[in-house]
T-cell receptor, first 112, second 113 residues
């Protein structure tokens, strides 16, 4: 069973703080990794992708990947109330355009 | 581009009735995915098509579920007969060649009474 695990939360952080979201995956051969943001009642929206070990930064977002530990994280700097959403970790466990396996998501609440 | 289009946005039906969900992928995309999302199980892949051909339907819960993609611009997911446990949000997503181009439609919220 190929699995992606996330803490369901809620994770509460004060406005301006760093939010840290974590994800582990079961398939060591996984190729690519994604973070989706889903606002309540809306569809998932891709915000970050990462393919190799290390950090990838995009604005206030940083994705971190450690394939040896089978661990992916998302850091959100200077958190804003508008960042309050559920964050889904998704893993492509094969190469190419194959379906993603999603975690159940972590609910983030940024308190003003 | 209008993005992935799904209809209806909301569907309320009674147990035993047939339900048909519709999806129009982004023009030019060659893969289409049907997902179901519930609080308990999260986002689950039901079936996906590549170039209109079903590739993997192992996520389809049982024979009551069927999906078709008669052409590159249209797909349906049918539930017959529907049951209360089918209540969920059903998402359609499409992509072109790479998983990081996967875009979701707005979803259909299905309630089976």
């Amino acid at each position: 069973q190929k699995e992606v695990e996330q803490n369901s939360g809620p994770l509460s952080v004060p406005e301006g703080a760093i939010a840290s979201l974590n994800c582990t995956y079961s398939d060591r051969g996984s190729q690519s990794f994604f973070w989706y943001r889903q606002y309540s009642g809306k569809s998932p929206e891709l915000i970050m992708s990462i393919y190799s070990n290390g950090d990838k930064e995009d604005g206030r977002f940083t994705a971190q990947l450690n394939k040896a530990s089978q661990y992916v994280s998302l850091l959100i700097r200077d958190s804003q109330p508008s960042d309050s959403a559920t964050y889904l970790c998704a893993v492509n466990m094969n190469s190419g355009n194959t379906p993603l396996v999603f975690g159940k998501g972590t609910r983030l609440s940024v308190i003003a | 581009d209008a993005g992935v289009i799904q209809s209806p946005r909301h569907e309320v039906t009674e147990m035993g009735q047939e339900v048909t969900l519709r999806c129009k992928p982004i023009s030019g995309h060659n893969s289409l995915f049907w997902y179901r999302q519930t609080m308990m199980r999260g986002l689950e892949l039901l079936i996906y098509f590549n170039n209109n051909v079903p590739i993997d339907d192992s996520g389809m819960p049982e024979d009551r579920f069927s999906a078709k993609m008669p052409n590159a611009s249209f797909s349906t997911l049918k539930i017959q007969p529907s049951e209360p446990r089918d209540s969920a949000v059903y998402f359609c997503a499409s992509s072109l060649d790479r998983p990081d181009t996967q875009y979701f439609g707005p979803g259909t919220r299905l309630t089976v009474l």
